[in-house]
């Protein structure tokens, strides 16, 4: 049985309570802060809805769409591990002893993540508007966005409640703070020890080619088109050959000295 949405409700807004709790004196600022955030997210959401339809290659908007889902696939797991180590976050432990299923403390909590994800649901809107727009992009486009979302709240529920667990042990506490670091810093250092102007001369291109690539929903990336001369300047002329295609004039002998 499905839980009344009065209850639902309540949680969430608790929920939103808990975020937004800094003091009576400072309730108002955050309001304000918080609006002007989420105005500033609907201007970007916005902005690419204008902007995605308008690039003429396929691959500029693959690169974009690629680089803001990953970017919110972090956002998305981050966050909800920030508010769970600063105490913003409601405990579904302490609703054991309400009348609810416990069976359905889960979907709770996959409604919870909605509350930690907004900025990327507001984001995603605009993209799939544009992408729909979009005259390269086929009408099944958009929906990878449903999915997208689908998938991160179940995986950002599982990871809060792998932390929270690891978190509440002492000792372990400490080493996943650490670990969490150094997660964050190992890209940076991977390019430092690796430069990627060495990855040719090393066996790590053999394995970055046999990467699949991402279904795009505009088939594939395609190869790179030719590079065009610049206009202005007219390619220098093949060796032997002088300007316009001729061949160079001889060179007239010196006249005899008096």
């Given at each position: 049985?499905?839980?009344?949405?009065?209850?639902?409700?309540?949680i969430l807004t608790t929920q939103w309570r808990v975020m937004m709790n800094r003091?009576?004196?400072?309730?108002?600022?955050?309001?304000?802060?918080?609006?002007?955030?989420?105005?500033?997210?609907?201007?970007?959401?916005?902005?690419?809805?204008?902007?995605?339809?308008?690039?003429?290659?396929?691959?500029?908007?693959?690169?974009?769409?690629?680089?803001?889902?990953?970017?919110?696939?972090?956002?998305?797991?981050?966050?909800?591990?920030?508010?769970?180590?600063?105490?913003?976050?409601?405990?579904?432990?302490?609703?054991?002893?309400?009348?609810?299923?416990?069976?359905?403390?889960?979907?709770?909590?996959?409604?919870?993540?909605?509350?930690?994800?907004?900025?990327?649901?507001?984001?995603?809107?605009?993209?799939?508007?544009?992408?729909?727009?979009?005259?390269?992009?086929?009408?099944?486009?958009?929906?990878?966005?449903?999915?997208?979302?689908?998938?991160?709240?179940?995986?950002?529920?599982?990871?809060?409640?792998?932390?929270?667990?690891?978190?509440?042990?002492?000792?372990?506490?400490?080493?996943?703070?650490?670990?969490?670091?150094?997660?964050?810093?190992?890209?940076?250092?991977?390019?430092?020890?690796?430069?990627?102007?060495?990855?040719?001369?090393?066996?790590?291109?053999?394995?970055?080619?046999?990467?699949?690539?991402?279904?795009?929903?505009?088939?594939?990336?395609?190869?790179?088109?030719?590079?065009?001369?610049?206009?202005?300047?007219?390619?220098?002329?093949?060796?032997?050959?002088?300007?316009?295609?001729?061949?160079?004039?001889?060179?007239?002998?010196?006249?005899?000295?008096?």
């Amino acid at each position: 049985m499905w839980l009344p949405d009065n209850q639902i409700t309540a949680i969430l807004t608790t929920q939103w309570r808990v975020m937004m709790n800094r003091g009576a004196t400072k309730v108002w600022l955050m309001y304000l802060l918080t609006g002007l955030w989420y105005l500033a997210i609907s201007a970007a959401a916005v902005l690419l809805a204008a902007v995605i339809p308008e690039m003429d290659t396929r691959e500029s908007v693959n690169t974009l769409i690629t680089i803001g889902l990953l970017l919110g696939f972090l956002y998305w797991q981050f966050v909800p591990v920030l508010l769970v180590s600063s105490g913003m976050s409601l405990e579904l432990k302490r609703l054991l002893v309400y009348p609810i299923a416990p069976q359905r403390l889960f979907f709770i909590e996959v409604l919870l993540r909605i509350t930690t994800g907004v900025e990327v649901l507001i984001l995603m809107t605009g993209a799939a508007v544009g992408l729909w727009r979009h005259p390269l992009c086929p009408w099944w486009g958009p929906l990878i966005f449903p999915v997208y979302a689908a998938f991160n709240m179940l995986l950002s529920a599982g990871v809060r409640d792998l932390l929270t667990r690891l978190l509440a042990r002492k000792g372990v506490r400490e080493l996943v703070v650490l670990g969490l670091v150094t997660l964050t810093a190992l890209p940076q250092l991977i390019l430092v020890a690796f430069p990627p102007e060495t990855w040719k001369k090393q066996a790590i291109s053999q394995y970055l080619d046999r990467i699949p690539d991402f279904p795009y929903p505009f088939g594939g990336p395609g190869p790179a088109p030719p590079r065009q001369p610049r206009r202005g300047r007219p390619p220098p002329p093949p060796p032997g050959r002088g300007r316009g295609g001729h061949p160079p004039h001889p060179a007239e002998p010196p006249l005899p000295l008096s």
